[in-house]
């Protein structure tokens, strides 16, 4: 077995216990929003386009949320949920250099014959396992649940003027594609975190750094919709893309891509400043 694979399984091993917490509470969060379905469904409407809330609830043209997609999207998938795999990546971009370096057990590691290479690589795959796994949890979680809150059934909708249509009941690839596009927003934010933890080895400013992303890039989007000023800004924000292209209710578009192009850029930018510089004391 690679050394690779040996740094990976055993960082993998010691967050055995904190992976189940982040994955049970991830899940938690969403089957608790999507049992609100039925008492919010003759309401949800009223969130809907034109409102101040449209932008944070992200509720563009065609999204309605008082059907089962739009509700899950509207009220978990474009907020609650990547914001809580933010923090996970986060979390784990922080760990996965920085964090060992400020405790001081990177020394003993790199004094074993390992390259800082192998640690690099094997750290940032530990970082996606982990987020995928807490994806998939939520993913069967919410899959298993749904049918309890009626969001597996077609509903009936009532138009702003008067006309009715029905709307299909949620799916398992809508719950696989609404995760997915998270589940790359918050690798996106992991990968930020882990680029300057490699980079600088300091694990307060790799934290809030990449929280400082995230939290800016949102802000910047949602106060440029509402307001209608700045809008062209918002094409910095990472948030443009997930929340106008709306996924889960529109389908999956390339510009799911974007965090993922993020992402192996960071892991080769961070590798290599890593491999330059000496470690903080």
């Known amino acids: 077995m690679s050394r690779t694979w040996l740094i ?77 795999l933010m923090a996970l990546g986060i979390a784990l971009g922080t760990a996965s250099i920085a964090g060992d370096e400020g405790d001081g057990t990177l020394e003993y590691l790199l004094a074993k014959p390992v390259t800082r290479t192998e640690i690099a690589f094997a750290r940032f795959g530990g970082m996606i396992t982990v987020l995928v796994v807490a994806s998939i949890v939520n993913l069967v979680g919410v899959a298993v649940t749904m049918p309890l809150f009626d969001l597996a059934d077609s509903t009936t909708v009532t138009a ?21 596009s998270a589940l790359a927003v918050g ?50 924000s990472p948030w443009r893309w997930f929340i106008d292209d709306a996924m889960m209710v529109d389908g999956l578009t390339l510009d799911i891509l974007w965090p993922v192009l993020l992402a192996a850029g960071s892991l080769l930018v961070g590798w290599q400043l890593f491999l330059r510089r000496d470690l903080q004391r």
Not at 43 to 60: K, N
Not at 160 to 180: E, I, K, Q
């Open 8 to 84: 990976y399984g055993r960082w993998m091993r010691d967050r055995r216990r904190s992976t189940l917490l982040w994955s049970v509470g991830i899940t938690l969060v969403s089957v608790a929003t999507a049992a609100f379905y039925p008492s919010l469904r003759s309401t949800a409407q009223s969130f809907g386009e034109g409102s101040t809330m449209s932008s944070v609830l992200g509720l563009g043209e065609g999204v309605d949320p008082s059907t089962p997609v739009g509700f899950l999207w509207a009220f978990n998938y474009s907020n609650q949920l990547p914001w809580l």
């Open 160 to 180: 702003l003027d008067g006309t009715t249509s029905t709307a299909a009941g949620a799916t398992v690839g809508d719950l696989f594609v609404g995760g997915l």
């Open 187 to 236: 690798l996106g934010s992991g990968a930020v975190a882990y680029l300057v933890g490699a980079a600088t080895g300091r694990r307060g400013v790799a934290l809030g750094v990449a929280s400082g992303f995230a939290v800016a890039g949102y802000v910047l989007y949602t106060l440029a919709n509402v307001t209608g000023d700045y809008e062209w800004l918002t094409w910095f």
